[in-house]
T-cell receptor, first 110, second 115 residues
Framework: DAKTTQPPSMDCAEGRAANLPCNHS???????VYWYRQIHSQGPQYIIH???NNETNEMASLIITEDRKSSTLILPHATLRDTAVYYC???????????FGSGTKLNVKP | DTAVSQTPKYLVTQMGNDKSIKCEQN?????MYWYKQDSKKFLKIMFS???????INETVPNRFSPKSPDKAHLNLHINSLELGDSAVYFC??????????????FGPGTRLTVL
């Protein structure tokens, strides 16, 4: 079962940063935080993951709080193509069992 | 160069029929998965195979039988299709083991409609 809590929807203006929060207060020490997104009805797309340090790649940045009970996915300059449902998942390394919650529907508006 | 591919993309069939969905990955991964996304958009894991061996079976009816002829393929066969089987089925793959990111890569999905 999903062990994360996300707001059901958020709006963001095109060109602005989109900050998507996720609560995972019961996260265990060996669990990673993964972020995926699903655009319309396509297959989920991997964005980024982390354990305790902040991470950045070409798509996004992941900020994990020091107590690891919450995290924020940052899309630095949102575009209309970033409109999607964003899923935050916690899973132990090598557990191979992702539980998807209901995610956050991000609406990027012109 | 599609990393994870599925066929068919759409499948419409009558109740009671038997159908198969095929999945192939060219990423060299050793673990493959099937997920089901229902009409409420909840995405749930069904099966996971590692090197052709079943490692996860999430209380799925035994009408669903995954088959992995080799580690690059994981097919899903469904017997006696029911209305409630209508959903989008996603295949995924990942690389287990030390040094891997454990990231799962998903296929484009197969939309199954049972009439």
């Amino acid at each position: 079962d999903a062990k994360t809590t996300q707001p059901p929807s958020m709006d963001c203006a095109e060109g602005r940063a989109a900050n998507l929060p996720c609560n995972h207060s019961t996260i265990s020490g060996n669990e990673y935080v993964y972020w995926y997104r699903q655009i319309h009805s396509q297959g989920p797309q991997y964005i980024i993951h982390g354990l305790k340090n902040n991470e950045t790649n070409e798509m996004a940045s992941l900020i994990i709080t020091e107590d690891r009970k919450s995290s924020t996915l940052i899309l630095p300059h949102a575009t209309l193509r970033d409109t999607a449902v964003y899923y935050c998942i916690v899973s132990p390394y090598n557990f191979n069992k992702f539980y998807f919650g209901s995610g956050t529907k991000l609406n990027v508006k012109p | 160069d599609t990393a994870v591919s599925q066929t068919p993309k759409y499948l419409v069939t009558q109740m009671g029929n038997d159908k198969s969905i095929k999945c192939e990955q060219n990423l060299g991964h050793d673990t493959m998965y099937w997920y089901k996304q229902d009409s409420k958009k909840f995405l749930k894991i069904m099966f996971s195979y590692n090197n052709k061996e079943l490692i996860i079976n999430e209380t799925v009816p035994n009408r669903f039988s995954p088959k992995s002829p080799d580690k690059a393929h994981l097919n899903l066969h469904i017997n006696s299709l029911e209305l409630g089987d209508s959903a989008v089925y996603f295949c995924a793959s990942s690389q287990r083991g030390l040094g891997s990111t454990d990231t799962q890569y998903f296929g484009p999905g197969t939309r199954l409609t049972v009439l």
